[in-house]
Nanobody
Framework: QVQLVESGGGLAQAGGSLKLSCVAS????????MAWYRQVPGHQRELVASITSDGATYYSDSAKGRFTISRDFGKNTVYLQMISLNVEDTAVYYC????????YGRGTQVIVSS
């Protein structure tokens, strides 16, 4: 079983930045790929960025050029550096890992004010 604990969310102004972190418990060899999703009330959860166990990354169109996903294998931690935030980035951000059958964290709220 794996636990994912996100942190780093909060309030930011448009144009500002935030860095999210997610620490995963469990074996580094079982965590698999990791990703960040986000969800706005009333909408489906959407993939923001992902990073494989080999370090390959993927970004959604809305994240490209503004967000950077990275991973510290030694700390079992994945990060999401977000810059040039806009109000449309307001959402609950969830960490995800593909290991252990797939798991999400509880989420961290990001609110971007204009």
């Amino acid at each position: 079983q794996v636990q994912l604990v996100e942190s780093g969310g909060g309030l930011a102004q448009a144009g500002g930045s935030l860095k999210l972190s997610c620490v995963a418990s469990g074996s580094i060899f079982s965590i698999g790929d990791m990703a960040w999703y986000r969800q706005v009330p009333g909408h489906q959860r959407e993939l923001v960025a992902s990073i494989t166990s080999d370090g390959a990354t993927y970004y959604s169109d809305s994240a490209k050029g503004r967000f950077t996903i990275s991973r510290d294998f030694g700390k079992n931690t994945v990060y999401l550096q977000m810059i040039s935030l806009n109000v449309e980035d307001t959402a609950v951000y969830y960490c995800y890992c593909s290991g252990y059958g797939g798991a999400y964290g509880r989420g961290t709220q990001v609110i971007v004010s204009s």
